[in-house]
């Protein structure tokens, strides 16, 4: 069965939990709702008995014609964070006032990273990138 939203598509077959990265636009760099997905998704896989390793992979990115396999942009989408640390910025404080938007990007995505980081030593990661 596999679990979507649209951006990430996670499945799993046999004893492996597979999670493909649907953002072609961005390089599947992670955006926020991705992040959010994967905090969902992967403390479930951490605690279930019957998957021994997770893989990580992108979708086929084509740009003008031609065709990148499975690529991954480190770091996130750094265009949408920088939209919302400019955006709905509190009034009373103005630009100099961090976006709760753009800090929760982060917390969120630092702690996805721990939770892949403490993972790995109890099950492989397999990262399939171009």
């Known amino acids: 069965k596999a679990l979507s939203n649209n951006n990430i598509i ?10 493909k990265l649907n953002n072609p636009q961005s390089l599947n760099a992670l955006n926020h ?10 403390p479930v896989w ?9 893989l990580f992979m992108g979708c086929d990115v084509v740009n003008k014609q031609t065709k990148i396999k499975s690529v991954f942009c480190a770091g996130g989408d750094v265009k ?19 976006n709760l938007l753009t800090s929760d990007f982060f917390r969120d995505e630092y702690t ?8 790995s030593l109890a099950k ?4 399939l990138w171009d």
């Open 10 to 19: 996670a499945s799993r077959v046999c004893n492996m939990g597979i999670i």
């Open 33 to 42: 709702d991705m992040v959010k997905t994967l905090l969902s998704l992967l």
């Open 46 to 54: 951490q605690s279930d008995e019957t998957i021994r390793a997770t």
């Open 80 to 98: 949408s964070i920088y939209r919302a640390g400019t955006q709905n910025l509190d009034e009373k404080h103005g630009f100099g006032f961090p």
């Open 112 to 119: 996805v990273n721990h939770i892949i980081a403490s993972q």
């Open 124 to 127: 492989p990661q397999i990262s």
